[in-house]
């Protein structure tokens, strides 16, 4: 059984910073993607960013530039560095994994005030 544990969220005024941090524990392989996925109210779950073992990253287009994505596969952690934050980042942030299958955290909360 494997758990990720997300930290860091919070609230925060227009144009602060934020880090968040996910955590693996449990019967872990090898995760080659961990990543963010944000849902807002009413909207979809989207893509923040993911990073595969290799170090390569992919962002969403419209994060690129002010969010940044890290990872310690030794720890099997992902960090998510979010800075100039805006009223429309504010979402429920969720930390992934994906070894032979896919892993959810439970979430956190960002909240962006204007």
């Known amino acids: 059984q494997v758990q990720l544990v997300e930290s860091g ?3 925060v005024q227009a ?3 934020l880090t968040l941090s996910c955590a693996a524990s449990g019967s872990i392989f090898s995760f080659d ?3 963010w996925y944000r849902q807002a109210p009413g909207k979809q779950r989207e893509l923040v960013a993911y990073i595969r073992s290799s170090g390569s990253t992919r962002y969403a287009d419209s994060l690129k530039g002010r969010f940044a994505i890290s990872r310690d596969s030794a720890k099997n952690t992902v960090a998510l ?7 429309e980042d504010t979402a429920v942030y969720f930390c992934n994994a994906v070894d032979f299958r896919e892993y959810w955290g439970q979430g956190t909360q960002v ?3 204007s």
């Open 9 to 11: 969220g919070g609230l």
């Open 15 to 17: 144009g602060g910073s």
């Open 33 to 35: 993607v961990m990543g």
């Open 81 to 87: 560095q979010m800075n100039s934050l805006k009223p």
């Open 111 to 113: 909240t962006v005030s």
